[in-house]
């Protein structure tokens, strides 16, 4: 599934908090200088690929990191992932709770465009 990571709820700051904690996590967003497979990922961060699959939808479902499915000419297609993020704040609201806030990183001209060919071919 494609997120865009500028509508997506903000995330649980429990469940951000957990995903920031868990080594392997902090391995993958640490490795994703530009979007990657999830073998790749498994590959360059040295965790099982069953592992890498769950760190992955974590990761995804609080919305640090995107997910894009790209379609070869071949019909074969592949899931990248990427850093949907430029910086986590912990802060303290005024009602004295403690919040998550994400900010994200603006997608560019070439990712929105993908996400809409993405959202024609669901359509068809």
């Not at 500028?6 to 951000?16: E, G, K, N, S």
Request: proline share 6%.
């Amino acid at each position: 599934m494609n997120r865009d990571p500028l509508t997506v709820d903000a995330p649980r700051l429990q469940a951000v908090l957990d995903a920031l904690d868990d080594p392997d996590c902090r391995a993958i967003v640490e490795q994703l200088r530009e979007p990657m497979t999830a073998s790749e990922l498994a590959d360059a961060c040295d965790i099982p690929r069953s592992t890498t699959y769950r760190k992955l939808d974590l990761l995804t479902d609080v919305a640090l990191l995107d997910e894009r499915v790209s379609i070869n000419p071949k019909g074969h297609h592949s899931t990248r992932y990427g850093v949907a993020f430029d910086e986590v704040r912990i802060t303290l609201t005024d009602d004295r709770t403690l919040d998550a806030e994400i900010n994200r990183r603006a997608w560019t001209p070439d990712e929105r465009l993908s996400e809409l060919w993405d959202e024609v071919r669901r359509e068809l």
